[in-house]
T-cell receptor, first 113, second 112 residues
Framework: GAGVSQTPSNKVTEKGKYVELRCDPI?????LYWYRQSLGQGPEFLIY????????DSGLPNDRFFAVRPEGSVSTLKIQRTERGDSAVYLC???????????FGEGSRLTVL | GENVEQHPSTLSVQEGDSAVIKCTYS??????FPWYKQELGKGPQLIID?????GEKKDQRIAVTLNKTAKHFSLHITETQPEDSAVYFC???????????FGTGTRLLVSP
């Protein structure tokens, strides 16, 4: 595709459930980032992949959050035992190289009831 | 870690006026300073960026200035248009890290 694609665009779940959010980066982009944006706030860094490996996962809030990128392209953010405080827009971005421009997707809005 | 403050949180101007948004940062090792525009329901979009070896950069109606000594940088939009209305975020990247640390955003409203 022409840009970063994220699915689903909206996800409503119940407290305690498991969710997966998918990111399809721009073709050929080796760097991939996940950010979380709460209402009225700036995006907050979660994790950065260079290729298949998580080069920096310092932003993951706790061990309920996990992300993978097994083939160096599509990435999945996984959240276990969701809590109401996890409600936010989860943004994915990709870049052609380290230090390059980040291109963001439109985000996945997660609502935990 | 890096701390980024952004002001003002909201800014209302008349069409044709200029708008200025300011950000300060804490880590002197920061070396990359992008500005993003975010429209409702969309992801942030890069509008201009500056690196630490440059003091000013301009692209048509948009300019960014950087004062490394004072650790602040500013976005300047001239001849504002209604389509400039959006939320603007500054961000900072520190040497040795790939992540961006974002400010809290400025909601710009340009009235016709």
């Amino acid at each position: 595709g022409a840009g970063v694609s994220q699915t689903p665009s909206n996800k409503v779940t119940e407290k305690g459930k498991y969710v997966e959010l998918r990111c399809d980066p721009i073709s050929g982009h080796t760097a991939l980032y996940w950010y979380r944006q709460s209402l009225g706030q700036g995006p907050e860094f979660l994790i950065y992949f260079q290729g298949t490996g998580a080069a920096d996962d310092s932003g993951l809030p706790n061990d309920r959050f996990f992300a993978v990128r097994p083939e160096g392209s599509v990435s999945t953010l996984k959240i276990q035992r969701t809590e109401r405080g996890d409600s936010a827009v989860y943004l994915c971005a990709s870049s052609a190289r380290d230090g390059g421009e980040l291109f963001f997707g439109e985000g996945s809005r997660l609502t935990v009831l | 870690g890096e701390n980024v403050e952004q002001h003002p949180s909201t800014l209302s101007v008349q069409e044709g006026d200029s708008a200025v948004i300011k950000c300060t940062y804490s880590d002197s090792a920061s070396n990359y300073f992008p500005w993003y525009k975010q429209e409702l329901g969309k992801g942030p979009q890069l509008i201009i960026d500056i690196r630490s070896n440059v003091g000013e950069k301009k692209d048509q109606r948009i300019a960014v200035t950087l004062n490394k000594t004072a650790k602040h940088f500013s976005l300047h939009i001239t001849e504002t248009q209604p389509e400039d209305s959006a939320v603007y975020f500054c961000a900072v990247r520190t040497t040795g890290f790939q992540k961006l640390v974002f400010g809290t955003g400025t909601r710009l409203l340009v009235s016709p």
